[in-house]
């Protein structure tokens, strides 16, 4: 707890960061909550406002009764039985309640997935496990979740939903469209008992690409990972500006929320533990690691420096 107190207050005495240069790859891819307020400003304030609860979802047997444990978590992505067995081997010591790993499901991969979802549930039995799917729900069909979400281990709390370009079948630009695509999959997940986690393409954060609005999408859904490795150089500080606005109009708590960072899709290591520590310093905030099991190294660095 010390250790944790020492660490916080370093990084509130730290002064803003200046990340490197920008990349342009866009790759792939939590708690009772407090709402942080926005002052008005384009100046993003650090103090909390915890008059909004968070409880969601029922599934997940190991899991908190809330929707991520007693604080924001560190996420990391498993899309292979590779990088499964690294996640037990050497991350594990990084990873505590209320952090979380979300594994992928491949097209009919259930028996593997629910099979992975074992594997790290024995082994960290307090990490909240997510699916990583869209609402194809590993059917190559449109909308078969409906038909595919019973195949879903009970280990798993949380379903995520995909939605960038050459994602689901579903995918449009349109934010219409996105809306709806991320309400039906909401109302499918909800059904079922698990917490709806919308995963959309962070290309639209800065301009207006598709016009997209991230906090249209948390309305709909019980949490979000945005994935923001575009920015995770010198355009990082404007991207959490404009993420954090479109949720104060939402009043959607922060902490349903998580930042994805690539390791070595564009993004340097120094870049990523700059990126991840300006976010958590302004506020503890969610982050999500999107990483290959041939960057363990880096990934165990990576959380050494941004852990609590």
Known sequence: MKVGIIFVLILFALPPLGIGTAS???APGSTPSSHFGFNGSSDIPGAADSRLGWSDGVRGASQPSTWAGESYGIWVAAYSGLEVREVIQNLSPYL?????VAIV???GGFATLNAEAQRIHSALPNVTLRAYTSLDGGTRVAGGLNRSIGKFSHLFSQLSADYEVNGPLEFSANYTDALDYFSDFSSIARGAGYVP???PSGRSVLGSQYGWNYGGFANVTGGQTIETQAYCGKPWKAAVSKIWSEYNTT???MKTLSLQLSIGRGCSEWQIIHAAKY???LTHGNIFFWWGPDRVREMVNILRQVER
Do not use: E
Not at 96 to 100: E, L
């Open 96 to 100: 505590h309640a209320g952090d979380g």
């Open 279 to 281: 976010w958590r310093q």
């Open 251 to 253: 009043k959607v708590s």
């Open 105 to 107: 499901l491949h097209p």
């Open 197 to 199: 986690i919308a995963y």
């Open 24 to 26: 342009t790859v866009v």
